[in-house]
């Protein structure tokens, strides 16, 4: 099991950017892959990014492809979430997750089993 602690959540207007931290702890962080999903009020969570446990081959959600970008530092056990061009649309509790297994990209829910608090992010003008 792995420990995640998210921050850099906020309130920004359309348009704005922010930085989304996720730091991990508890075992091997450099073999998993990592991802951020995010819940609306009264939605379902849903899919936002992944990256694979080398850093490469990124994957994003339709909404937020062009405007978001993951990034991990295996050295600090760390992953990023930058996020660019805010809409209303975007407002969530984002959460960070850890993969279950080790050596797999996947973006289903299940696959990942641990996860952090949760940051909030809202996007208002």
């Known amino acids: 099991q792995v420990q995640l602690v998210e921050s850099g959540g906020g309130v920004v207007q359309p348009g704005g950017s922010l930085n989304l931290s996720c730091v991990a702890s508890g075992r091997t962080f450099s073999s998993h892959s990592m991802a951020w999903f995010r819940q609306a009020p009264g939605k379902e969570r849903e899919f936002v990014a992944a990256?694979?446990?080398?850093?490469?081959?990124?994957y994003y959600s339709d909404s937020v492809k062009g405007r978001f970008a993951i990034s991990r530092d295996n050295a600090k056990n760390a992953v990023y979430l930058r996020m660019n061009n805010l809409r209303l649309e975007d407002t969530a509790v984002y959460y960070c997750?850890?993969?279950?297994?080790?050596?797999?990209?996947?973006?289903?829910?299940?696959?990942?089993?641990?996860w952090g608090q949760g940051t909030q992010v809202t996007v208002s003008s």
């Open positions: 990256i694979t446990w080398s850093g490469s081959s990124p």
């Open positions: 997750a850890a993969d279950s297994e080790p050596h797999r990209l996947t973006v289903a829910k299940t696959a990942f089993g641990s």
